[in-house]
């Protein structure tokens, strides 16, 4: 059994670390508020800008100047947009998506030419020896998170993609569902997947062939469709944020609470030494007064 100082010295520092990680589950909680409530500020924006995309869907297949976004090509070079915390302690948050991107590598993609776009340091940190090619422009975009920095991402993805320099780009990420849950999610970028505009209009039985537009369709078309692709790749940062967030708030708690049941045990180890080493003093006691006494 240890000796009282050595358990003394494990409860301290069992205590210091149970107030570190009760201080970072107060400060995720905190930040998550603020995630969440940024998700809820943008998703009535991005529904209104789906429902006129939904409209103008029809007009779309047969307007030449925005038809290369809709453009599905042979897929030989292809984007991955990653999206991963600058910062661990966050359970199984960045694990899941390297074990995501890689089983992409291995399957989906095994034989082209991939190149992953890291958004966040940790997803970087676990591929930065592999072989394949890696753009690290934008590490820091988690840093000072806003709609600005994001949309010039998008702008220069969708530029490159028009260009030809990939034929489909896909992100990679952390849906946010709740605190407790984040589902790990591949979504296409680009090209735009028309048919899911038509579909849902369809379902809700919007054909508005009536509608006179101002500006024209064509003008909607080449401003709406571009801002439609950027607010996705914005949509998926911010529920990666949130899913950053809750998932430390939930690791932290857990330590927390290890950390209890282990001061718990130390405590209980310390009694029992403690209780030992006073037994042994009243027995030698004991035993020098008996020896006295003989």
Do not use: W
Request: charge should be neutral.
């Amino acid at each position: 059994m240890a000796n009282l100082k050595e358990v003394r010295t494990r409860i301290s520092s069992t205590q210091s670390t149970q107030q570190i990680t009760k201080a970072m589950k107060m400060v995720s909680a905190t930040k998550l508020r603020k995630a969440q409530q940024a998700i809820t500020q943008m998703r009535p924006y991005a529904d209104k800008l789906n429902g006129i995309l939904q409209n103008l869907a029809d007009s779309a297949k047969d307007e030449s100047s925005v038809q290369g976004y809709f453009e599905h090509r042979e897929v030989q070079n292809v984007l991955l947009i990653v999206n991963s915390s600058d910062r661990g302690l966050c359970g199984g948050f960045n694990s899941n998506i390297t074990k995501e991107v890689s089983s992409l590598l291995k399957t989906t993609y095994a034989g082209k030419n991939v190149e992953v776009k890291f958004l966040g340091k940790k997803a970087y940190e676990f591929f930065k020896r592999h072989s394949f090619k890696m753009d690290t422009s934008a590490i820091a975009a988690f840093q000072n998170l806003n709609a600005d920095d994001v949309f010039n991402i998008g702008g220069n993805v969708i530029a490159d993609f028009l260009n030809g320099k990939y034929d489909e780009v896909r992100v990679v990420y952390n849906k946010f569902k709740n605190a407790a849950t984040q589902i790990v999610t591949v979504e296409k970028l680009l090209p735009v997947e028309l048919e899911a505009f038509e579909t849902e209009k369809a379902e809700q039985g919007k054909y508005l062939a009536d509608f006179v537009f101002e500006p024209t369709q064509k003008d909607l078309l080449f401003t709406i469709i571009p801002r439609a692709v950027k607010t996705q790749l914005y949509r998926t940062m911010l529920d990666s944020q949130a899913s950053e967030h809750g998932s430390r708030m939930v690791a932290m708690d857990k330590a927390t609470e290890n950390a209890g049941e282990l001061i718990y045990d130390l405590k209980l180890q310390y009694n029992q030494a403690r209780q030992a080493a006073i037994t042994t003093e009243i027995l030698e006691i004991v035993g020098g007064a008996a020896a006295l006494e003989g």
